[in-house]
């Protein structure tokens, strides 16, 4: 008789959080999800399934310990909690005491913190990319043809860039072109940053030519973040709309950036002449 190997799967939002649930089943895991309030991907009938209440964290907790679920990985996009401190029992003010004093700090302090709550409660926190490898690149170029030594240049100036913008610990994202910065992802997100490269372009195309085309998509983790429960994404619907804001392509740092979904995106560069270039961004 096979054991399947169980796994405690707390969700956001986005493509990665319904890819990994399906590819984690397909894999043989037994597992269980634990839906945050701010997600909306939809969950299989047939799964286990709990819908996590903040005020109440201390009782989720609880069943996983009775499904005896000691490997927990946090997937997909979440949002900063909104908690009604009036709802809020006992046991979980006690678990959350740490997490409620910074809520207005930077997301590397509260992702450091949410760890430590899960390693108090002897909860193991899984990086989904080890869960899943293919799920990150190696350092190496792909997508289209090899990259040029002009644009070779441009992506070590951008990187320069990124790592002084990463430091802020605002986001972990960038479009850099010829020595300027087009756009700087804040807390809306890296698809929100490219959309308003879209708009200024189609709002001013009777520009130079050289303003209304090209540039590169700059991704990467930030110095103290915690890549176990908060990695890099880029998914397939990022790809399109690079291509919409005209740009050339996209780098990546390697092994700290997940693909959502790698072969097809890869496939999307090809056929769009986009390039794709994996690299270490820090030492």
Do not use: W
């Amino acid at each position: 008789m096979v054991i399947k190997k169980k796994i405690g799967l707390i969700i956001g939002s986005g493509e990665l959080a319904t890819y990994c649930m399906e590819q984690l089943l397909i894999l043989g895991y037994e597992i269980t999800i634990v839906r945050l309030p701010c997600s909306k991907v939809k969950i299989k009938k047939n799964l286990d399934r709990i819908d996590l209440k903040y005020e109440e964290i201390n009782e989720t907790f609880s069943l996983l310990k009775q499904r005896q679920i000691d490997d927990i990985a946090l997937i997909g996009y979440m949002e900063r909690p909104k908690i009604d401190f009036s709802k809020v029992n006992y046991g979980s003010q006690i678990l959350l005491s740490k997490v409620f004093s910074i809520l207005n700090k930077g997301d590397g302090e509260i992702f450091s913190a949410v760890t430590q709550m899960f390693a108090n409660q002897n909860f193991t926190l899984v990086k989904v990319q080890d869960l899943l490898p293919e799920l990150i690149l190696d350092s190496g170029t792909y997508g289209s043809a090899p990259i040029s030594k002009k644009v070779l240049k441009e992506i070590k100036a951008g990187v320069k860039i990124f790592l002084s913008y990463a430091g802020l610990d605002i986001g972990q994202s960038l479009i850099f072109q010829n020595g300027h910065c087009l756009g700087l992802e804040t807390i809306t997100g890296t698809d929100e940053m490219i959309k308003a490269v879209i708009n200024f372009r189609q709002k001013n195309n009777k520009r130079p030519k050289e303003i209304l085309s090209g540039g590169i998509l700059i991704k990467g983790s930030k110095p103290r973040q915690v890549l176990d429960i908060d990695t890099p994404v880029i998914g397939p619907d990022t790809i399109k709309l690079a291509k919409n804001a005209k740009l050339n392509g996209l780098v990546i740092e390697s092994n700290k950036v997940i693909l959502v979904n790698r072969d097809l995106i890869i496939d999307t560069l090809r056929s769009h002449n986009m390039f794709l270039a994996s690299i270490k961004f820090f030492g």
